[in-house]
């Protein structure tokens, strides 16, 4: 007798394997079943009996999330369990357990479905269940993610998110520099892209990068080092916050100081990790704050106001807008209001300092705690 395959093995120990736990004898007929179709080369579930689709359905209920579940899943295509493994995955995001899961997703060719999930996620969901879909480390995975960041329905900062996800594996990198190479990347992912391309660990992709999407430039027109080396530098707090009056002060309040327009950053260091500050000053699409979203206001008259909506009712607009003036505006002479695709904050503040300066200003940021 040959040794016994993952899949038999699992069958024989699972005790929950049949619906109905009372009934040994079908538990014993579903597992004569599932060891015939492991000795099967060309199982096509879809042209399956009932009674064989019956077990395999039992199987697949016991063993969901274990590797004889996944291996197959891996073997045979059962496009029945697409919903159930999907559901499997966005409950377990960020284990290698939901990583498999979509990594098989993907072989059973249920890309849309993953992409649809995705973009319907919840803002905190999003970023993890691109990471979670990153860790299978395949480039069909990493295409999904590239989709997401092409995707028109995605919004600036849910494309910077998916680039940054292909940033977690080398086949995502490679993925991220052909749609550069190609020009196949939208604008509001590219300062993202500079970044994981300049940080990538292989010489060549690195290299490329460089030449295609150069990192900015600060002050004294060196280029910025991607950011994984930026938090290895210490900075000086002081120094910092001399930086944060240079070009911070008109947006953000820190204590009494500064203009009430963008978020406060009084409690900052309590909310965001230095990775996160060093992101959203370099890349401010990439992370826009819920009630900081930007809109156009056209009016009647010919003006054209830019700004975040302070107050609306049924009789009037009221617009916040950079300095942090309010307009308003009454709503018989709106002409439009759209909302922005992009943050309100300009990029390429980082080039107003030094490089040490623009360290010293998120050290300092990260210092400002909740007390």
């Known amino acids: 007798m040959g040794p016994i395959r993952p899949i038999v093995l699992a069958l024989i120990l699972t005790s929950a394997f049949a619906q109905d736990p009372a009934t040994d004898e079908q538990a014993a007929k579903d597992r004569l079943v599932m060891a015939t179709i ?43 369990e697409g919903l159930k ?11 290698a357990e939901a990583g498999t899961a979509f990594k098989t997703l993907v072989k059973m060719g249920q890309v849309d479905a993953i992409k649809a999930a995705i973009l319907a996620a919840a803002p905190d969901k999003f970023g993890p269940l691109l990471d979670t879909l990153a860790i299978s480390q395949s480039r069909e995975a990493a295409a999904v993610i590239l989709q997401v960041a ?20 080398r086949n995502g990198e490679m993925v991220l520099l ?22 990538s660990a292989d010489a060549a992709i690195k290299k490329a990068g460089s030449e295609l999407l150069p990192m900015a430039q ?25 930086a944060y009056a240079k070009i911070c002060i008109a947006c953000h309040k820190i204590g009494d100081e500064g203009i009430d327009f963008g978020p406060a950053l009084s409690e ?6 230095k990775e996160a500050i060093y992101t959203a000053i370099l890349d401010p699409n990439a992370a826009i704050s819920f009630g900081f979203e ?30 942090g003036v309010i307009v308003k505006t009454p709503k018989a002479e709106v002409a439009s209001k759209t909302k922005l695709p992009i ?5 390429g503040l980082a080039s107003t300092v030094t490089e040490q300066e623009f360290v010293d200003l998120v050290e300092s940021l990260s210092s400002l705690k909740k007390k």
């Open 85 to 95: 493994l999907l559901e499997f995955g966005i409950a377990k995001v960020g284990t």
């Open 218 to 242: 600060s002050a004294d027109n060196k280029p910025l080092p991607p950011i994984a080396e930026l938090l290895t530098r210490k900075g000086d707090v002081a120094n910092g916050h001399a």
């Open 178 to 199: 052909e749609a550069v190479q190609q020009n196949q990347l939208p604008a509001e992912g590219k300062l993202a892209a500079s970044q994981v391309l300049n940080a």
């Open 150 to 169: 092409q995707d028109p329905k995605s919004s600036a900062d849910q494309k910077s998110i998916a680039v940054r996800s292909l940033g977690k594996s």
């Open 268 to 273: 900052i260091g309590t909310k965001l990790p």
């Open 38 to 80: 492991e000795k099967l080369k060309n199982f096509d579930y879809a042209k399956a009996s009932p009674k064989v689709k019956e077990a395999v359905g039992r199987f697949l209920n016991a063993n969901r999330g274990s590797q004889p579940y996944f291996d197959f899943l891996d073997r045979f295509n059962v496009a029945e």
């Open 294 to 323: 930007g809109f156009e206001v056209k009016t009647t008259k010919g003006d054209t106001y830019i700004g975040m909506i302070a107050s609306e009712t049924d009789d009037e607009l009221a617009l916040k807008v950079p300095g």
């Open 343 to 347: 943050s309100l904050m300009a990029p």
